[in-house]
């Protein structure tokens, strides 16, 4: 597992030993920042399950502002924070150690880009758009990548959030959802 581009590029990250945790593919991560090239820059993340943080360590190394990694297992955040130090964005990066969905509902931010690619066989995507749309946590003009299995069908999204393409790569889907007003992709 690497960082694609930017200032970290072909830096190597560690990972976890066992199964509890599913690494984004290098060519679905190489996807979906085809996909949301332009939308990185100067933007504020939220790698709500941060696993190995390689998804918010793509943005920042791609140029966003800051990203904030959320994990519930300790292993999982020591690994982020080692992860993010070695590629130089300690000062970019916040990471948490937590509930995803208690994060949400306690969140008082906004985002620009939130990264959700919870355990497949959970229930969590579902409930984390749940929270995200209620809390309202998704900034103007955002934009959510949702990865899930290429059979799970997501909820119906309430405006000001749409649903917006999906991309299948195998079995894995991408789910790009928007705050209404932003251009779509």
């Given at each position: ?35 949301i ?73 906004k ?33 959510m990548?949702?990865?899930s ?19 299948r ?17």
């Open positions: 597992m690497r960082v694609i581009s930017g200032t970290a590029r072909g830096r190597r990250l560690k990972e976890l030993q066992g199964m509890d945790t599913r690494p984004t593919t290098d060519k679905v991560k190489e996807s979906i920042f085809n996909i090239q332009f939308e990185i820059e100067g933007r504020r993340v939220l790698d709500l399950f941060g696993g190995t943080g390689q998804l918010g360590i793509e943005a920042l190394s791609r140029g966003a502002e800051r990203c904030t990694f959320v994990d519930q297992r300790r292993e999982a955040v020591a690994l982020i924070r080692d992860n993010v130090k070695a590629c130089g964005f300690s000062e970019h990066a916040r990471v948490v150690q937590g509930d995803a969905l208690s994060f949400l509902a306690s969140c008082h931010e985002f620009d880009v939130i990264f959700l690619d919870p355990p497949y066989h959970s229930d969590l995507l579902e409930k984390s758009i749940e929270a995200i749309t209620r809390f309202d946590i998704l900034g103007e003009h955002g934009i990548v949702c990865e299995a290429a059979d799970r069908e997501l909820p119906p999204l309430a405006l000001p959030y749409e649903q917006g393409r999906e991309y790569y195998g079995k894995i889907k991408l789910t790009i959802c928007r705050r209404a007003g932003s251009e779509r992709t």
